[in-house]
């Protein structure tokens, strides 16, 4: 659509925003993760931005950690 890449970003957060402070639950309880992956991979697709590899990175490197952190709490409750 020809916008420049900062406002293609303030889009995005933008985005972000309304899904982590969605207007009908008082600004409280949203969960933007699904849609902050969007947003990162598409800088990363169009832009190749620097900022999104680094985003890929902690969101991979989370959700690793979640998941060994749920093995070790699991394999500990069932020695119980």
Known sequence: LGFSELIVYFIGIAA??????????NFKGGKG?????GVALA???FY???LAYVFIFVL?????????????????????
């Open 16 to 25: 972000v925003i309304g899904h982590n402070y969605p207007f009908y639950l």
């Open 33 to 37: 993760v699904a849609t902050s992956s």
């Open 43 to 45: 800088a990363l697709y």
């Open 48 to 50: 190749h931005s620097p």
């Open 60 to 80: 991979a490197y989370r959700a690793i950690a979640i998941s060994y952190n749920m093995r070790k709490w699991l394999k500990k409750k069932s020695n119980l």
